[in-house]
């Protein structure tokens, strides 16, 4: 006879588990608070679709804190094998300049999103919108409060708390703690940083980018680019540092970043270009540089007008350029959340210890990983691992 099983949240870890569950042992159903599934896959969509990244795969298990965590399902379904699989249900993909993975041109988020439902659709995998988890209730699941499903396996995919609007608030955390499991509080991950802008340099420079820059924060170097915002920094290069920054910012009020303005070149590379130019320094760092205006003036707000003069400390400047970040920007803005279930209340394959039967993945999990298709990736890995691993227990029986 056929188990049955319960996924509660229909976004890209929900969804993935579905696709790799074996129908044969098992009949599936999706329940999801919202009316259709897959909100936040399709935001994230909105922006560059980074589907995965297409970097090597020891290097790309190194880019998740903690990286062992997720090494085992990272390592069973890999970034290759997703872009694979996504050929498979027609959804062609292309590797950018980046080396992140994007659907081909012209395909739109909603219709990976649709492929994957069709494919869902073709195994029988019923979808049930507007089912928002509220609890237990003798053993059975409990849903809007007053709606109980029986189900022989439950898995879990509540997604972080950022974009709210897209289903994942997090409120499922309390319902959690309530049964003794075990939580971290939610923090914004992949977010904007807050910075104390001096007023002339924001009113000028607020909105532009700094590009093919290099943030240098606790012995990690990113390379990006950020946007300058009225309360601070967002963008790529940031984002990678979340883990670091985020750790310095639980114990201390500030964390100093340090921007290099010219990566491709080396110290002494710049005194020397500088030395050869003409007298303004300003023009120096635009023509002789190719730094943009928002870069010479950040440069300029970070010096006194005496040291911008001398050409060996403005060019330690261009390399290492301090910003100083007071904070986090708002979590519901952030792209990604850490924080959820504790990892320790999870057994090698995501069994949740103290509950029967169920299990918990993606984002709703403390982990973290930078943008770039990590994230996503993360959430598609632990799905599919843990199907295999369902379908392996169960056809062992
Ligand atoms: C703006 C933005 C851009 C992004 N861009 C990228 C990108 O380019 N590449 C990348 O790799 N990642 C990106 N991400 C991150 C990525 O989309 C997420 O990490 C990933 O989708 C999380 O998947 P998940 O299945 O864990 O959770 P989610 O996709 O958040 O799904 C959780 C589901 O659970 C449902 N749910 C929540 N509570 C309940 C409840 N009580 N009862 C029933 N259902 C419930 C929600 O409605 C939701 O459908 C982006 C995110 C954002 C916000």
């Known amino acids: 006879?056929?188990?049955?099983?319960?996924?509660?949240?229909?976004?890209?870890?929900?969804?993935?588990?579905?696709?790799?569950?074996?129908?044969?042992?098992?009949?599936?159903?999706?329940?999801?608070?919202?009316?259709?599934?897959?909100?936040?896959?399709?935001?994230?969509?909105?922006?560059?679709?980074?589907?995965?990244?297409?970097?090597?795969i020891k290097k790309f298990i190194k880019r998740y804190t903690p990286s062992e965590f997720l090494e085992p399902a990272l390592r069973s379904f890999t970034n290759q094998d997703f872009i694979t699989w996504l050929g498979n249900i027609g959804i062609d993909t292309f590797i950018g300049s980046s080396h992140r993975v994007f659907p081909s041109n012209g395909?739109?988020?909603?219709?990976?999103?649709?492929?994957?439902?069709?494919?869902?659709?073709?195994?029988?995998?019923?979808?049930?919108?507007?089912?928002?988890?509220?609890?237990?209730?003798?053993?059975?699941?409990?849903?809007?409060?007053?709606l109980n499903v029986k189900a022989d396996i439950c898995i879990f995919a509540?997604?972080?708390?950022?974009?709210?609007?897209?289903?994942s608030d997090g409120k499922w955390k309390q319902l959690f703690e309530s049964k003794g499991i075990k939580t971290v509080p939610f923090k914004p991950a992949n977010c904007s940083y807050n910075i104390l802008w001096s007023r002339d340099f924001i009113i000028n420079h607020q909105g532009k980018p700094l590009k093919n820059i290099a943030i240098l924060f606790d012995n990690q170097?990113?390379?990006?680019?950020?946007?300058?915002?009225?309360?601070?920094?967002?963008?790529?290069?940031?984002?990678?540092?979340?883990?670091?920054?985020?750790?310095?910012?639980?114990?201390e009020q500030e964390a100093t970043i340090y921007i290099d303005h010219k990566p491709t070149l080396?110290?002494?590379?710049?005194?020397?270009?500088?030395?050869?130019?003409g007298r303004s320094p300003s023009r120096r760092l635009r023509e002789i540089l190719k730094l943009n205006p928002t870069q010479v003036a950040l440069i300029k707000d970070r010096m006194s007008k005496e040291n911008f003069?001398?050409?060996?400390?403005?060019?330690?400047?261009?390399?290492?350029?301090?910003?100083?970040i007071t904070g986090a920007g708002p979590?519901?803005?952030?792209?990604?959340?850490?924080?959820?279930?504790?990892?320790?209340s999870l057994s090698l394959s995501y069994k949740i210890s103290v509950l029967h039967n169920s299990y918990a993945i993606?984002?709703?999990?403390?982990?973290?990983?930078?943008?770039?298709?990590?994230?996503?990736?993360?959430?598609?890995?632990m799905g599919v691992y843990l199907a295999r691993h369902l379908n392996i227990l169960r056809a062992s029986k």
Not at 334 to 344: F, K, L, N, V, W
């Open 1 to 56: 006879m056929k188990k049955s099983i319960a996924i509660i949240g229909g976004g890209t870890a929900g969804l993935m588990a579905a696709a790799f569950l074996d129908t044969d042992l098992y009949n599936i159903s999706i329940y999801d608070k919202k009316s259709s599934v897959g909100r936040k896959f399709l935001v994230a969509g909105d922006g560059g679709f980074n589907l995965t990244h297409s970097e090597e």
């Open 107 to 146: 395909i739109k988020p909603i219709q990976v999103l649709r492929a994957i439902l069709d494919f869902l659709k073709s195994r029988d995998v019923t979808i049930n919108g507007n089912m928002e988890f509220t609890g237990w209730d003798n053993g059975h699941l409990l849903f809007n409060n007053d």
């Open 158 to 167: 509540l997604g972080g708390a950022s974009w709210k609007i897209t289903g």
């Open 221 to 251: 170097l990113s390379k990006g680019e950020v946007v300058i915002t009225r309360q601070g920094i967002e963008g790529n290069a940031i984002y990678a540092l979340s883990s670091a920054i985020q750790s310095v910012l639980d114990k």
């Open 266 to 277: 080396s110290y002494h590379e710049i005194v020397e270009k500088i030395k050869k130019a």
């Open 309 to 324: 003069l001398d050409i060996e400390k403005l060019s330690e400047t261009i390399k290492k350029c301090p910003v100083v």
């Open 331 to 344: 979590i519901d803005e952030a792209i990604s959340t850490t924080g959820g279930i504790d990892r320790d």
């Open 362 to 381: 993606g984002e709703m999990i403390d982990w973290n990983a930078p943008t770039g298709g990590y994230l996503i990736q993360g959430c598609v890995s």
